[in-house]
């Protein structure tokens, strides 16, 4: 008789996936879970979870807090700032096409926690400095990737991370209200795009698009002199854009 750790169609182990599925759990939570909820969320009897997760407690990649209940631990950490510097390998081939294509510089970037965190970029042929580089962290409210990423949240959920790290002017073209925020948020999901009309840094214009089903929020972007990533090319811009999240997507799925 096979195995109940071995006895998935995939081939998988079963103990592990269980294991894994749970890791997800709580990061979907993003707090604090008891073991009841776990049980409620994997439909798996107690006593299975119970076993999975003192090991990974005994591992340091599950937390117990005084409450009883459990959390992500700091050994998970680790994991995932490789995992992410992987990723921005990963993303070249797939970003450096975008450059030859559109002749601007491209950046694909992630939500880590309240920021925004650059993981790749290709630079243009194009003798120009812009802020964006790879370990860069800014705030969403003034950039296209913070904007077309934000846009996949609940407005509430929004509200509630500007209220937490506040909308500072970078120019005199950033969007500094919550209201205006959010409505310009409604614009990006009807186009599926966002723009960043010199509200980072003046001059410069970026045109980003969300990496659709990706395991962490994910989007790339282009950017580049305002005179050169003028509306007109808005039409060449987007399509190549989307092209290569459709990409990216499969890629890391």
């Known amino acids: 008789m096979a195995s109940s ?3 998935k169609p995939s081939g998988g182990v079963q103990s592990l996936e269980r294991a894994f599925d749970l890791l997800e759990h709580m990061a979907d939570a993003g707090r ?7 049980a409620k969320l994997s439909g798996l009897p107690m006593p299975t979870i119970y076993r999975l997760v003192r090991t990974m407690v005994n591992r340091g990649y599950v937390r117990q807090e005084q409450s009883r209940q459990y959390a992500l631990g700091p050994r998970l950490i680790r994991l995932g700032e490789t995992a992410g510097k992987l ?7 797939h970003l450096s096409r975008l450059v030859d294509e559109i002749g601007e510089t491209a950046n694909m970037a992630m939500l880590d926690g309240d920021e925004i965190v650059y993981v790749a970029q290709i630079p243009s042929k194009h003798s120009m400095r812009m802020f964006t580089e790879v370990g860069r962290r800014v705030l969403p409210h003034s950039t296209a990737v913070g904007k077309v990423l934000l846009a996949q949240l609940p407005e509430r959920q929004v509200t509630d ?9 970078h120019t005199e073209h950033t969007i500094t209200t919550p209201a205006a925020f959010i409505e310009q948020l409604a ?3 009807e186009q599926g ?25 994910t989007a790339i972007s282009i950017s580049g002199p305002a005179a050169r990533v003028s509306e007109a090319r808005y039409g060449e811009v987007v399509p190549a854009l989307q092209g290569i999240a459709a990409e990216l997507s499969a890629a890391l799925g």
Not at 32 to 38: A, F, I, K, R, Y
Not at 161 to 169: E, I
């Open 193 to 217: 795009y966002a723009v960043d009309d010199g509200e980072q840094e003046l001059g410069v214009r970026c045109i980003a698009v969300a990496v659709p089903n990706a395991p962490t929020m």
């Open 161 to 169: 991370l500007l209220r937490r790290t506040g909308m500072p002017a």
């Open 87 to 93: 990723v921005g390998v990963w993303a070249r081939p």
């Open 32 to 38: 604090e879970v008891p073991l009841s909820e776990l």
């Open 5 to 7: 750790d071995t006895d």
């Open 187 to 189: 614009a990006v999901r």
